[in-house]
């Protein structure tokens, strides 16, 4: 892809500014979501009754955020916007938020504590978790086949075992299953962080 011309990118760069606040706003609840329920589970500890792995898969989403922020910046000189460009990221953005929503509810009134609620909705939280992680081969794939293929058969490797792996993890309530597959993801998305995103 030829590097647009500067009066071209300076109004891709300004059209993504007005893009970019709906993301920070979406992308900023769902931090804020979280962080209150990080802040309430400290202030609270015994109340709350914590559940080791719905505790991480809580942090993981925090990364995800984190990362999708950071890595939905390079679409400022990559992509030409329409309206159904700018409806799916904002979609998919939305999706990362309703995740969070689900992972830590606004009350736990009918469960006994975290891990009765987690596995209570385990099939949402990892149905919804699979989905994005196939949007997310569609939004590699919006800013270029070179960028896409640029990441090699990793990018379509990882997606298709988190979609099996969560497909798994609605159907199972084994929790030697979920405990591994928490750590695992969490190694994996902090190394695939480090690896592919550490600089813009």
Not at 1 to 10: C, F, G, N, T, Y
């Given at each position: 892809?030829?590097?647009?011309?500067?009066?071209?990118?300076?109004s891709l760069a300004s059209q993504y500014?007005?893009?970019?606040?709906?993301?920070?706003?979406?992308?900023?609840?769902?931090?804020?979501?979280?962080?209150?329920?990080?802040?309430?589970?400290?202030?609270?500890?015994?109340?709350?009754?914590?559940y080791w792995v719905h505790l991480l898969w809580a942090v993981s989403m925090f990364l995800y955020l984190l990362h999708f922020w950071w890595w939905e910046f390079r679409l400022v000189n990559m992509?030409?916007?329409?309206?159904?460009?700018?409806?799916?990221?904002a979609l998919y953005a939305l999706l990362l938020y309703l995740l969070c929503a689900i992972i830590f509810p606004d009350s736990l009134d009918g469960y006994r504590d975290y891990?009765?609620?987690?596995?209570?909705?385990?099939?949402?939280?990892?149905?919804?978790l699979g989905l994005a992680y196939v949007v997310d081969l569609a939004d590699t794939w919006i800013?270029?086949?070179?960028?896409?293929?640029?990441?090699?058969?990793e990018l379509e490797l990882r997606s298709l075992a988190y979609v099996v792996?969560?497909?798994?993890?609605?159907?199972?309530?084994?929790?030697?299953?979920?405990?591994?597959?928490?750590?695992?993801?969490?190694?994996?998305?902090?190394?695939w962080i480090v690896r592919q995103f550490e600089t813009l």
């Open positions: 892809m030829q590097p647009p011309e500067p009066d071209h990118a300076v500014l007005h893009i970019r606040v709906l993301l920070g706003m979406v992308v900023g609840l769902g931090l804020t979501h979280l962080l209150r329920h990080f802040a309430r589970i400290i202030d609270r500890p015994v109340r709350e009754r914590v992509v030409h916007w329409t309206f159904l460009l700018y409806l799916f990221i891990r009765d609620y987690f596995f209570s909705r385990r099939k949402w939280f990892f149905g919804l800013k270029g086949r070179g960028y896409f293929e640029g990441f090699g058969p792996l969560c497909a798994i993890a609605m159907i199972t309530p084994n929790r030697r299953f979920h405990a591994v597959f928490v750590i695992a993801s969490l190694a994996y998305q902090v190394s």
